[in-house]
RNA sequence: GCUGACGUAGCUCAAUUGGCGGAGCAGCUGAUUUGUAAUCAGCAGGUUGCGAGUUCGAUUCUCGCCGUCAGCUCCA
């Protein structure tokens, strides 16, 4: 016997072997009718598999969270039987849900059009229509190789099943899965759904397996919610930083120069070297000191550093300079390390903090380049703290510190992931252990909330990753800190200790913003195009109504730029609506309208941008203090 | 790198079955002097990504290369 305990708290004895179904239609008819699913201490499964373990019981319905991945699963099998209706060549793999929505993988061999995948939908709603229930088979590994004999994809995973394992099919009308469930109990139940797009994908993710054809699809319990998801979509898309970065004349790619490669234009330029003189000044704030290091390096060096071994495939070729082979630097570290080699070090010393906007080059494979995220030539606001074991919990609470100043005043608020020691990983694990629990012990003494990604680390050390989320929920990757004990040890990293003796030093990596491409193209899309005054490439924009009030808006101008206001006039010879609405487009800050009133009083009339006509009459000595003033405090508004 | 799609003026897009490549915006010139998101007129702008091939004739069909996009794999 299984005790099932409600959520009101009530008992109830069943059969061990009994189906969610009738348990839950001895609760209520309606109920029944209206469960998707159950949870069973914790576990979904659907209302057709015999219960195994009792525990808290719940009924799922459409309210559940939990019950819309039972309904997005059951939304792939529902298109896998639309599909091989259409398409009996198709053989099928594997058919998740997925965040927002679910996919299937299909062997075929004439791929998928965008027209198929019309014809895919308008058949899906026929099955929905058709109201198959979702049956549920417990078989044999010989009957499933029969059900299976014209699938060799499935065929490849039942080999993979253990003697004792249960194989478990699911049929919906006239198909049949090799599936583990949930499911809901009919094709009924998906309503709002959408095909999105097709895409290639590897069988079982590896890159040496055929390439299967995917379909992406989302579904949702209501309307609205599917409909709010495609809007997001759209706004993504608004956002995107290769159209803003376009269209606000940031920055561009060449043809020329190559893949993956970014060229800075004025606009771009500025927000950059904004972003650049705020860290700088930061860091030094914060200790660290600036140096530089060379682009192209000799090879040895990275020989030392073991790069040509571990990182070799994502290193730009040799370069040959009268006879040795030089390279282009993929990370700072190890001229870092040089120069913490270039004297003696004393424990008096320690730590030392340098830091670099260093330019670095990656060998990217061509398809995952995209805009100013994903490149081959990036900055990396790169330091290295060189430290005392017992230097390392203050060091990370600095750390801590300067993050969140940084990312406070971005406007993004973030999350924290430790990551520990992967299965392959140099050193010592007790070693390991002492330093994750170092890491996790700052923050809980802080009481920073961080969440543990095990084996997450890298092979020389454990990690501390931010988590930025963007203005539309979006997680990007942020500042991540990296404890090392392998580069100390490869460079046999020396100082002298108090006891006159030599002591090895760990290092610390770290970035903030991590690359200044994927930052700034990340800032793009975080403020939609909208930079913080601070940032904005153009910070107001003096708009004379008349060529009366040219000469003083010449003035204001000028006025504006010797107080350190990035300003330009717009004197054009076009109505006061074009120039506005391309201030507007441009996305300035403040437009400065100067009239005849104005001219005569020493006043703007300020217009901001995205508030419309709405407009104050301020003097011009007003304005320029209230600007210098929301620049200097960096103020995430306008 | 792989699968698929795409590449026409600075930008966004047109161009019947293969038959003289167009428009809007931006740019230039002129007129207009504007009170809060596009004033009017004129002009200029192209070896249709590059290179082969088929054809009387290719933006259109075929092949190769380059680049971009959606994913996969990989990642700051």
């Avoid at 308008?122 to 299976?148: G, H, L």
């Avoid at 071994?309 to 390390?337: T, W």
Wanted: hydrophobic share 35%; proline share 5%; aromatic share 8%.
């Amino acid at each position: 016997m299984l005790t099932l305990t409600l959520p009101d708290g009530a008992e109830r004895q069943v059969e061990e072997g009994t189906l969610p179904r009738d348990v839950v239609g001895s609760i209520g008819q309606r109920l029944l009718r209206d469960a998707l699913a159950v949870e069973v201490d914790g576990d979904v499964q659907d209302l057709i598999t015999p219960l195994r373990k009792g525990g808290d019981f719940k009924v799922l319905t459409a309210k559940h969270p939990r019950a819309l991945d039972v309904l997005r699963h059951s939304g792939a099998h529902i298109l896998a039987t639309a599909v091989r209706r259409l398409r009996p060549d198709a053989k099928i793999g594997f058919g998740p849900s997925i965040e927002d929505g679910f996919y299937y993988d299909f062997e075929v061999d004439e791929p998928f059009t965008p027209d198929d995948l019309a014809r895919f939908e308008t058949e899906m709603r026929k099955v929905i229509a058709e109201s198959y229930p979702f049956i549920r088979a417990e078989v044999n590994q010989a009957d499933a190789r029969k059900k299976f004999a014209d699938d060799p994809l499935k065929l490849e995973r039942l080999a993979e099943f253990d003697e004792n394992e249960i194989i478990s099919t699911y049929t919906d009308g006239p198909f049949i899965d090799l599936c583990r469930g949930p499911h809901v109990p009919d094709t009924s139940h998906l309503k709002h759904f959408k095909l999105l797009h097709t895409a290639g994908a590897y069988w079982r993710g590896d890159e040496k397996r055929q390439m299967l054809q995917r379909i992406y699809a989302t579904a949702w319990f209501s309307k609205e919610e599917l409909e709010a998801y495609l809007h997001r979509l759209e706004e993504a898309k608004r956002r995107d930083h290769r159209t803003l970065g376009q269209q606000l004349d940031l920055y561009s790619t060449d043809q020329r120069v190559g893949p993956g490669l970014i060229l800075w234009h004025p606009r771009g330029a500025t927000i950059r070297n904004e972003i650049e003189n705020y860290e700088r000044d930061l860091i030094i704030r914060h200790g660290y000191e600036l140096v530089y290091t060379p682009h192209i390096v000799s090879e040895k060096l990275f020989q030392i550093s073991g790069h040509l071994e571990n990182f070799k495939e994502s290193m730009f070729g040799g370069v040959d300079v009268e006879g040795a082979s030089y390279r282009l630097k993929p990370m700072n570290c190890p001229g870092h390390i040089c120069i913490f080699q270039s004297r003696s070090r004393s424990y008096r010393d320690l730590p030392i903090r340098y830091a670099e906007f260093g330019t670095v080059y990656r060998y990217e494979r061509s398809g995952v380049l995209h805009g100013m995220l994903r490149v081959r030539g990036f900055t990396q606001d790169d330091a290295h703290v060189f430290c005392t074991p017992e230097q390392v919990p203050s060091e990370i609470e600095r750390l801590l510190d300067l993050v969140h100043e940084m990312l406070e005043t971005f406007g993004y608020p973030y999350t924290i992931e430790l990551s520990t020691r992967p299965e392959k990983a140099l050193g010592a694990p007790e070693m390991w252990r002492s330093a994750e629990q170092t890491l996790a012990d700052v923050m809980k003494k802080r009481g920073q909330e961080f969440t543990i990604d095990e084996g997450g680390g890298a092979f020389y050390g454990p990690k501390l990753d931010f988590k930025l989320i963007d203005a539309i929920g979006r997680k990007w990757q942020g500042p991540t800190v990296q404890l090392d004990f392998n580069l100390p040890e490869r460079f046999e990293l020396e100082y002298t200790g108090a006891d006159n003796a030599p002591h090895r030093p760990l290092m610390l990596h770290r970035v903030l913003v991590g690359s200044m491409e994927r930052f700034v193209g990340g800032l793009v899309e975080h403020y939609a195009g909208a930079f913080p005054l601070w940032l904005a490439p153009e910070q107001a924009r003096v708009i004379p109504i008349s060529d009366e009030a040219v000469e003083a808006s010449k003035s204001i101008t000028l006025r504006l730029e010797s107080a350190g206001v990035r300003a330009h006039l717009d004197d054009r010879s076009e109505t006061l609506n074009y120039r506005i609405r391309d201030a507007e487009t441009l996305k300035i800050p403040f437009m400065a309208v100067v009239g005849k009133r104005e001219a005569a009083s020493d006043s703007i009339a300020l217009r901001v941008r995205g508030a419309g006509k709405k407009q104050e009459v301020m003097s011009v000595a007003n304005f320029v203090a209230m600007i210098v003033g929301q620049i200097e405090a960096r103020a995430l508004k306008p």
